[in-house]
């Protein structure tokens, strides 16, 4: 037996232990309460982030108390919602059908999670399963389970995964893009007429560095400042012009 086989029977036999007495239905609330707060999170994010905004100022503080306390808020929330189903459908919580259930759900939670780090290292070996996990005797097992997950990961699948728009860290991020966009509008409204093409550099690098105040790295004070100029060029001359000539660099 590898060390691999001794890992995927304890994560096998925690998972099905845990699920087993929480039942098939009290397995199923808890998935959905720990991934419902995560959805909770993202969609409530930007009202969520002016109220913050508003009492701490910086970017990136606010942000960081603006989605944690999203997440602990929703999950409060929900781990109460949860309770009173499970009180509601108490009758059948427990039982002989319910513990079964369980076992199922756990087993599987178990299965996904030992198949991924299968699928982790086989991707890490050129897509091929190396010799030591080939020994093991759950090696047919896990790769049942990273085969499928291939499956799952590739082609179609995985392009409607990523439509269906409920990656949170992306979410997140796009959400966090929007911020800076609105401070560097903020900034750069107002420096020039739209009939007045030549934007003086120096109010370019006033922009930039009143951006940088804010919170934005230089880099990302540059990106944002450059998507206003790709949005509104009948107010700006091109990105390189404004930036470049004659421009001296922010210091770090």
């Known amino acids: 037996m590898t060390n691999f086989d001794i890992i995927t029977i304890v994560v096998l036999l925690i998972f099905t232990t845990i699920s087993f007495f929480k039942g098939g239905i009290g397995s199923i609330l808890s998935l959905a309460k720990w991934y419902g707060a995560g959805v909770l999170s993202v969609m409530f994010y930007p009202e969520a982030k002016q109220v913050t905004e508003e009492a701490l100022g910086s970017s990136i503080i606010s942000s960081g108390v603006a989605i944690f306390g999203l997440y602990i808020v929703a999950l409060i929330v929900l ?47 050129n897509n091929n399963d190396p010799d030591w996990l080939q020994e093991g005797k759950t090696f047919e097992l896990t790769k049942f389970g990273a085969d499928n997950l291939g499956k799952v990961f590739s082609g179609d699948f995985s392009k409607m995964i990523d439509d269906f728009g409920f990656k949170t860290s992306e979410k997140i991020k796009n959400e966090i893009s929007k911020d800076e966009l609105s401070e560097a509008k903020n900034v750069t409204d107002g420096l020039s007429d739209p009939a007045e093409k030549d934007l003086n550099i120096e109010k370019v690098r006033k922009a930039l560095e009143e951006l940088k105040a804010e919170g934005l790295s230089k880099e990302k004070a540059k990106e944002a400042l450059q998507k206003m100029i790709n949005d509104e060029p009948n107010k700006f001359r091109s990105f390189d012009e404004e930036i470049k000539v004659d421009y001296e660099p922010l210091p770090e």
Request: glycine share 10%; aromatic share 8%.
């Open 79 to 125: 781990w109460l919602i949860t309770k009173v189903i499970l009180l509601a459908l108490s009758a059948v919580v427990g039982g002989v059908t319910d513990r079964f259930a369980g076992l199922i759900i756990g087993f599987t939670i178990g299965l996904i999670i030992i198949s991924s780090a299968h699928y982790t290292i086989r991707a890490t070996n």
